[in-house]
């Protein structure tokens, strides 16, 4: 059981460049979810999904795509990349809501120079 | 929509001392929950502990509890005999109970020292 993974670890990206980071869960969980974090900001929320098929934006949208076409993946898409999308970003997934917890993957630390 | 604050940005606290994180919320659902997370240097987010808004008892886990006052909107999360692992950041979230979506705070970095 890999739990959340998350590929790359590390990007660098010129500004205008797109990029796909990728998000996998084998847990089966119907929610999964992106946010970036950003010193003093703690996590903010770009875009979820319940379920495969249907995604939903958050706190921090603009600048980014995502899609569910099965219940293990869920990639988010930097169309044309900005110094202000430098920062850490972290995939989540869990169950419904309630007590389950989140389950977070290891990060992928992006920087657009 | 639901807003986290945690108003201490660092501590520092004495090895097997206990410290305690604060973290005030406003929301408008009859029903949440409220999480805390630790995310020690190495980045990863660390599930630590669950105050259900509607839980009789606060929430216990191991060296963890959590001071729940849901009058005065708090949910402070206490660390009993600091080890210099408790090093790291500290995140509080909250939801609505029926939704998935968490909102986070900004942070409280802790600092163990020996």
């Known amino acids: 059981n890999a739990g959340v993974t998350q590929t790359p670890k590390f990007q660098v990206l010129k500004t205008g460049q797109s990029m796909t980071l990728q998000c996998a869960q084998d847990?089966?969980?119907?929610?999964m979810s992106w946010y970036r974090q950003d010193p003093g900001m703690g996590l903010r929320l770009i875009h979820y999904s319940v379920g495969a098929g249907i995604t939903d934006q958050g706190e921090v949208p603009n600048g980014y795509n995502v899609s569910r076409s099965t219940t293990e993946d869920f990639p988010l898409r930097l169309l044309s990349a900005a110094p202000s999308q430098t920062s850490v970003y972290f995939c989540a997934s869990g169950y419904s809501g309630g007590r389950d917890e989140q389950y977070f993957g290891p990060g992928t630390r992006l920087t657009v120079t | 929509a639901q807003k986290i604050t945690q108003t201490q940005p660092g501590m520092f606290v004495q090895e097997k001392e206990a410290v305690t994180l604060d973290c005030t919320y406003d929301t408008s659902d009859p029903s949440y929950g409220l999480f805390w997370y630790k995310q020690p240097s190495s980045g990863e987010m660390i599930f630590l502990i669950y105050?259900?808004?509607?839980?009789?008892q606060n929430a216990t886990e191991g060296r963890y509890s959590l001071n729940f006052q849901k009058a005065r909107k708090s949910a402070n999360l206490v660390i009993s005999a600091s080890q210099l692992g408790d090093s790291a950041m500290y995140f509080c979230?909250?939801?609505?109970?029926?939704?998935?979506?968490?909102?986070f705070g900004a942070g409280t970095t802790v600092t163990v020292r020996a």
């Open positions: 847990m089966n969980h119907e929610y």
């Open positions: 105050q259900g808004s509607y839980d009789q």
């Open positions: 979230a909250m939801r609505a109970s029926n939704d998935y979506k968490l909102s």
